[in-house]
């Protein structure tokens, strides 16, 4: 099993910088591929951003392209968000997820490729 624990979240206003971070523990970090999802209320959970195993690959949304960043930390094994430019609908429970790939380069947008999910962490942008 694989568990993993996000951090980081808050309430900030539109158009600061937020950073969230999950750690992981009980697998070896770097055998996953890992992603952020989130979820705002009352809608479905939708994908942000991913990166492969070795971070040498990343995918993100196209909401968030340009202003957000993931990277990864395979000797902390932690996966960050970096968010900037943050705008009232990215306000939503983000959830940290991975993906047990046997593949090196696969970064997945699909909710269906991962395998363990974190609990999520609040953020909320006000207006």
């Known amino acids: 099993q694989l568990q993993l624990v996000e951090s980081g979240g808050g309430l900030v206003q539109a158009g600061d910088s937020l950073s969230v971070s999950c750690a992981a523990s009980?697998?070896?970090?770097?055998?996953?591929?890992m992603g952020w999802f989130r979820q705002a209320p009352g809608q479905e959970r939708e994908f942000v951003a991913s990166i492969s195993r070795s971070g040498s690959r990343t995918s993100y949304a196209g909401s968030v392209e340009g202003r957000f960043a993931i990277s990864r930390d395979n000797g902390k094994n932690t996966v960050y968000l970096q968010m900037t430019s943050l705008k009232p609908e990215d306000t939503a429970i983000y959830f940290c997820?991975?993906?047990?790939?046997?593949?090196?380069?696969?970064?997945?947008?699909?909710?269906?490729?991962?395998?363990?999910w974190g609990q999520g962490t609040q953020v909320t942008v006000s207006s």
């Open positions: 009980g697998r070896a970090f770097s055998s996953f591929a």
């Open positions: 997820t991975a993906d047990s790939t046997f593949s090196t380069q696969r970064a997945s947008t699909h909710e269906y490729d991962y395998d363990y």
